[in-house]
């Protein structure tokens, strides 16, 4: 930004010296000495730029203005050439200018990232310590109006808080005793209390500020748009010129269509409307992570969900705990099966250590915990070999289910020392606004529609049914999800939330995770994150991404026309130089202000 600016100052002091050395003092060869040194350094400056460009992997389009300023020179109209660099370097401010602007809901979310916690000690006194050192278990106090700084459950009876940050929803949530509170939520109400369940490193306020900084530092997927047209825009802009000059032997004219053929519309806008976009759907509460993401979103032919916890409610309840076995009863079998599930992100981990807490149940730490992806866990303890998780995790255990009614994948099973002792059984309720979810994403051209999901085929067909999907699949592991998200029409969209939908988001075009309560390897796997527990999230962001394409597209595009009808003019001899370059400049103006409209 600074030396844009110092660049542009430049520009206007040469400026000002050549009319001073001409009307003033008649100083004519020096002024034109002065300008042609000037433009020597500008020019030399350009080459530098599209040298990086094009080893960047982009045109270098900046020729265009780059032979523009030279061929002013020749012709001895150095006004013009200080015109055309004024326009380039003002150009250039301009647009650090508007993707400021376009950025700025992006920097809200860096600059407001809390540094201190207040940490309560065993004795009941307050100390304020860098979020950094605060540890698991810990208990945390946030102040009235604070932002939440560190993942944790509420341990005060209820709490107020303003979610915008996170979600982009502006109305304020309650919550109860025993909710989880993600960081960056604003305490509205009164001070609250709440027990850390994630490291700094791990909470979601983190996560999003990470995502925001990696947007930050990918700029150049923003002008790929501009790169398909710069070729054909330059080759043209020669042709009219040269055609110019050859019929009218004047080198004046090819000058004249060079100053109009100025490509900024095409380096300008295009990385303007796609900023913006992202900006919008930042304070929407979705993370787009790339603007190739953004134009694949657009251009989508096929998008694939996950049913557990993305096209049902997150919050599956607990419908049953059954014992099998006299010596344990089913209070027993529901704190062991939490205590080991209660650092998984899985919706069935989520919804059984709230049916526990609901149950005043106090959970164990248990140290010897190995987590299999979307299977289950295998703890020891106790001196006992437990494993917990579906019917598959039992029989890759080799653990028979022949007494047990009920094999659906929605139920988890414990097992100690091989034998089946308890199941946990639930309700999975299909989110009401799921058929109007797909409903308004054929209408966005998204035609091909299937479900994913671990459970039961019997399971899958009902929520299909209910949802108005006709293609679904029934039983998939994680691989299967890859296999499928593999095979839809192309550009495709994956829709997930947890960890064992990661592989399948990482295999898609466009990957798209609900992270309210989704897992942190979804989020790092996605290229899209949604950060409220919202699905009508999903047509909107399509919604977001086709509005930004097309104002990209009309800036562009439009630029473009109105370049090449000044060419033609100029070809004719009916634009001057001087007035060319004035043109020029209205016009890279307004590009830029209808780039910045994919902001509303």
Not at 166 to 188: A, C, M
Not at 537 to 544: A, F, G, Q
Request: charged share 20%; aromatic share 6%.
């Amino acid at each position: 930004m600074l030396k844009t600016f110092s660049k542009i100052i430049a520009s206007l002091i040469i400026t000002i010296i050549y009319i001073i050395l001409i009307y003033l003092f008649q100083l004519e060869s020096e002024a034109h000495t002065l300008v042609i040194i000037f433009g020597l350094f500008i020019s030399i400056t350009l080459i530098v730029d599209m040298a990086k460009s094009i080893k960047s992997g982009h045109h270098g389009i900046d020729i265009l203005a780059l032979t523009a300023i030279i061929s002013t020179i020749i012709v001895g109209e150095f006004l013009a050439a200080l015109i055309i660099i004024i326009m380039l370097t003002g150009g250039e401010a301009l647009e650090n200018y508007a993707n400021h602007r376009a950025k700025r809901e992006l920097s809200k979310l860096i600059n407001r990232a809390p540094t201190i916690a207040h940490l309560e000690r065993e004795d009941g006194s307050i100390e304020d310590k860098p979020i950094k050192q605060i540890k698991l278990a810990d208990l945390v106090i946030v102040k009235i109006g604070e932002i939440v700084p560190i993942d944790g459950i509420l341990i005060s009876p209820n709490a107020t808080l303003d979610t915008s940050s996170l979600t982009g929803e502006s109305t304020p949530y309650n919550y109860q005793k025993g909710d989880r509170i993600l960081s960056g939520s604003v305490n509205q109400d009164n001070p609250l209390k709440i027990r850390v369940t994630n490291l700094y490193k791990d909470s979601q306020y983190n996560q999003i500020i990470q995502m925001v900084k990696e947007i930050e530092s990918k700029p150049s997927h923003f002008v790929r748009l501009a790169d398909r047209y710069a070729i054909p825009f330059t080759i043209l802009a020669y042709a009219i010129a040269g055609i110019a000059w050859a019929v009218t032997g004047e080198f004046m004219r090819f000058a004249e269509v060079l100053v109009v053929a100025s490509p900024c519309p095409l380096i300008l806008a295009a990385p303007v409307a796609f900023i913006s976009g992202i900006s919008q759907a930042s304070s929407a509460g979705i993370i787009i992570k790339s603007g190739s993401s953004l134009e694949q979103l657009a251009n989508a032919k096929s998008i694939a969900f996950d049913k557990t916890g993305t096209l049902s409610r997150g919050s599956v309840s607990v419908d049953s705990v059954i014992s099998f076995n006299e010596t344990y009863t089913s209070r027993q079998i529901l704190k062991l099966i939490a205590s080991a599930e209660q650092s998984s992100p899985h919706v069935l981990a989520r919804s059984i250590i709230y049916y526990a807490a609901a149950k005043n149940i106090k959970l164990e730490q248990l140290q010897d915990v190995t987590d299999h992806t979307g299977m289950g866990v295998d703890v020891v303890h106790d001196g006992q070999k437990i494993i917990i998780g579906s019917s598959a995790h039992m029989k890759k255990h080799r653990i028979p289910l022949n007494n047990i009614r009920n094999h659906s994948r929605s139920s988890v099973f414990l097992a100690i020392d091989q034998k089946i002792i308890g199941q946990i059984t639930f309700t999975d309720i299909i989110r009401s606004e799921a058929r109007s979810v797909v409903s308004q994403l054929k209408k966005f051209g998204i035609k091909h529609v299937v479900m994913i999901t671990g459970d039961s085929q019997e399971n899958a067909e009902k929520a299909a049914n209910t949802i108005g999907i006709s293609e679904f699949y029934a039983e998939c592991l994680p691989i299967n999800k890859v296999w499928v998200a593999k095979k839809l029409p192309k550009p495709s969209i994956f829709v997930g939330d947890g960890i064992n939908d990661a592989p399948a988001l990482a295999a898609s075009d466009v990957s798209m995770a609900l992270a309210a309560f989704g897992s942190t390897a979804a989020s790092d796997a996605a290229s899209v994150v949604i950060m409220a527990d919202n699905l009508r999230k999903v047509p909107l962001t399509v919604n977001i991404a086709k509005h930004t394409m097309n104002i990209a597209y009309q800036s562009v595009i439009g630029g473009m026309v109105l370049c090449l009808i000044l060419m033609v003019l100029a070809s004719f001899g009916f634009i001057p130089v001087i007035l060319g370059a004035l043109l020029q400049e209205g016009m890279d103006v307004l590009s830029i202000l209808n780039a910045l409209r994919a902001r509303k």
